[in-house]
């Protein structure tokens, strides 16, 4: 008998933790945050207490009440009953996204964690240049509560795959299939089960630089007739058709050609196609692209470890060291994996943007925005926004703080973006090209739109925290 157990992703956008039991076999596909349910009793200055992390988390419904797969160095402080053995056999992660990955920092350090190579890279990525909490700890383990300090560090039991894989886990075997989303090292995965296959999409999309990775995962998945198809449906409710990267890069091209002053710019930091996309824009037009010590970090990485993504090197961009702390550029000023960079060549600094903002396409983050009042970008200046738009109400008051910073500079705003997710007319052509027995909708805020838009498969609407039962 093969259960299904959503704990996330249900009536949301993102938060995916699905467990999947097959006899005495139990794997979770992926162990996200769920940034919904943790927006619901925290904000940016209202943060989960450290004395109580996982307990308060817990009571309050943002991850799983299951005992036996907690971290023991939180379960001993908070008076828990500990993990002697775990009572999951393996973990899967889909992508590095947080709402896919991030909530494994809480888990016990010996449950496998099984993902794509370039996902464990930006999981790496995305801890060391984190601040070091045990929320944090998504990629080594980092012991709580022995010593204050320096906490004692080893690497989480990742085991990476590859598609064409196939991973046996007692009496579940899973086939990861890549599949093109907006982060590399993105995978959906075929569970095959003592019932039948179990198709999971993970994040999806048919419209990116590499919509043949999810044919692939499509016409996988179609040969094996699967009992259920786990879906995302971020964009269920889009029917008008998706913008590609190629779009993308005419539109920014189109006003960086026009642009007399500053170009600065956005897009999720581990997009490396977009990377690219403005990249090969900064070149067309003698700008040089200035990037962030955070994204600088990552691009490095990836250049040393995974040269199959062909990445452009550090050396041809920029990199921006804005002033911190005293504001003198010292080391001390700086977090340890920032302080190389003080030293690096291609390091500049506000004043040197000031002078010559049309030489520059200037990489600016949310949290980067005060460096305005340093580099005072010059009229005739534009931002090109390239994330999608805000979807919640803290999305709305920071998108609202963004364009106060743009109008105090008198700079005009610009989109251009692609999703990293189907819209509703590739979700119904994935969802009736596999033809599942059922499909469950995850990763949505609409699921009701499946039913409206797909009518040749079941659509059954899981409910959170609710046991299903496949035969």
């Known amino acids: 008998m093969v259960k299904i ?25 992926d162990f996200g945050i769920s940034f919904s349910q ?13 004395c109580s992390g996982l307990t308060d988390l817990i009571e309050l419904g943002i991850i799983p009440n299951i005992q036996g797969i907690y971290r023991n160095d939180l379960l001993k402080h908070e008076g828990m009953p500990l993990t002697e053995k775990p009572a999951i056999d393996a ?24 993902c794509g190579f370039t996902c464990k890279l930006m999981l790496k990525a995305a801890q060391e240049t984190s601040r070091g909490t045990y929320y944090e700890d998504f990629y080594t383990f980092r012991e709580c509560f022995v010593t204050r300090g320096k906490r004692p560090e080893k690497e989480r039991n990742f085991k990476t795959f590859r598609t064409g894989d196939k991973i046996k886990i007692k009496d579940i075997e899973v ?56 879906l995302e449906g971020t964009n269920i409710d889009n029917r008008i058709g ?14 960086v050609e026009k642009t007399k002053g500053l170009v600065l710019f956005d897009f999720p930091i581990r997009d490396v196609d977009r990377l690219r996309t403005f990249f090969e824009i900064g070149k067309r037009n003698g700008r ?36 911190s ?43 980067d925005l005060t460096e305005l009042l340093d580099i005072k970008p010059c009229n005739g200046s534009v931002f090109i926004h390239s994330l999608t738009e805000p979807f919640n109400e803290e999305m709305e008051i ?37 033809k599942p027995k059922v499909l469950f909708p995850v990763h949505t805020e609409k699921p009701e739109m499946f039913g409206k838009i797909i009518k040749k498969v079941k659509i059954v609407m899981p409910e959170a925290r609710k046991e299903i039962i496949l035969s």
């Open 398 to 434: 920071d998108f609202k703080r963004m364009l106060n910073w743009l109008k105090k500079f008198n700079i005009p705003l610009k989109h251009a973006h692609a999703s990293g997710h189907a819209d509703g007319k590739q979700l119904k052509k994935i969802a009736e090209e596999i």
């Open 5 to 29: 157990n959503f704990f996330g992703g249900v009536n949301e956008i993102g938060g995916n933790k699905i467990l999947v039991e097959d006899k005495d076999t139990k794997i979770f596909l």
């Open 91 to 114: 973990v899967f992660i889909s992508h590095a996204h947080a709402d896919h990955s991030w909530n494994i920092a809480l888990l016990h350090p010996e449950i496998p964690i099984y």
């Open 38 to 50: 943790v927006s619901k009793y925290y904000a940016e200055f209202l943060q989960p207490r450290t």
């Open 325 to 367: 702390s005293w504001g003198v550029y010292e080391e001390r000023d700086y977090y340890k994996w920032q302080r190389k960079f003080l030293k690096y060549s291609n390091a500049i600094k506000a004043e040197d943007i000031r002078k010559q903002q049309s030489k520059y396409m200037l990489y600016m983050e949310f949290f």
């Open 288 to 323: 040089r692209f200035v990037t962030n010590m955070k994204q600088a970090y990552l691009i490095e990485l990836l250049n040393k470890e995974d040269k199959n993504l062909e990445l452009p090197p550090l050396e041809e961009f920029d990199i921006f060291l804005p002033r």
């Open 242 to 255: 998706s913008m590609t990267e190629e779009q993308v890069f005419k539109i920014a091209n189109k006003i």
């Open 175 to 230: 086939e990861p299939i890549h599949v093109d989303h907006s982060i590399p090292g993105a995978y959906g995965f075929l569970v095959h089960t003592s019932s039948g296959t179990i198709a999971y999409s993970g994040d999806i999309r048919l419209h990116g630089p590499k919509k043949e990775m999810t044919e692939d995962f499509i016409e996988a998945a179609k040969k094996e007739k699967p009992i259920a198809l786990i």
